[in-house]
């Protein structure tokens, strides 16, 4: 309003209601113990024998993100692995377990920023990736795949069959191009033609 004064409307501006606090979004690495080592020192005979406070430092009660998800990943691993010393098995070594990590990490951030879209098309990307990866584990080991897939937590769906709007631009582009494959494909037999007659000459001459 033209007959407000600055201190009017600064005093408007103070008086409007306060913005509702998104709720924070369930993170999947809640489960784990706070208590629980970082994966590079778990398994140090030293940490027997160290005091508390050092331990609680190098706790995951202390650590960030990308730490918690190595952990993880470690534990997914021991899920899928088929034996204690099992390190070679498609599934071990494959990023079936990090995918579903990194999934799960991207899918939380989406549902706090929904118009991030450079991290909803690498989500993508990475289901795409884990999809290709479990269709060749479906086809190659079907016992091995449904025991993944239950002990991820993956629900498994097959890539829909490709379809494309037919238009009559798309079916003279395609015509033309079997046209000249075809005409490609003559040359070359042509060529081949020539130079076995060519093989043939040298052979008959070095036998008279």
Same mark, same amino acid.
């Not at 377990?97 to 990490?105: A, C, N």
């Not at 003279?172 to 079997?178: F, G």
């Given at each position: 309003h033209p007959a407000c004064t600055p201190v009017l409307q600064a005093a408007r501006g103070y008086a *409007?209601? /306060?913005a509702?606090?998104?709720k924070d979004t369930p993170s999947h690495l809640d489960d784990l113990p706070p208590t629980l080592l970082k994966k590079e020192y778990a398994n140090l005979p030293i940490m027997s024998r160290v005091d508390d406070v050092v331990k609680r430092v190098l706790s995951l009660?202390? /650590?960030? !993100?990308k730490e918690k998800m190595k952990v993880k990943i470690q534990q997914l691993v021991e899920k899928v692995r088929r034996s204690p010393s099992d390190n070679?098995?498609?599934?071990? !070594?494959?990023?079936l377990?990090?995918? =579903?990590?990194?999934? *799960?990490?991207l899918e939380e951030h989406l549902q706090r920023h929904p118009k991030d879209k450079r991290n909803r098309r690498l989500l993508?990307? #990475?289901? #795409? =990736?884990r999809r290709k990866m479990l269709g060749y584990l479906r086809r190659v080991n079907y016992g091995t795949f449904e025991n993944t897939c239950q002990q991820l937590g993956i629900q498994y769906s097959p890539p829909q069959p490709y379809s494309r709007h037919v238009t009559k631009r798309w079916l003279?582009?395609? /015509?033309?191009?079997?046209k000249v494959f075809q005409e490609k494909q003559k040359l070359k037999a042509a060529v081949r033609r020539k130079q076995r007659r060519e093989r043939q000459a040298k052979a008959r001459a070095a036998q008279e």
């Open positions: *409007r209601p /306060a509702k606090k998104k009660e202390m /650590a960030s !993100q070679g098995s498609f599934e071990v !070594q494959g990023k377990k990090k995918g =579903r990590v990194l999934i *799960r990490t993508l990307m #990475d289901l #795409d =990736r003279v582009k395609k /015509a033309l191009c079997i």
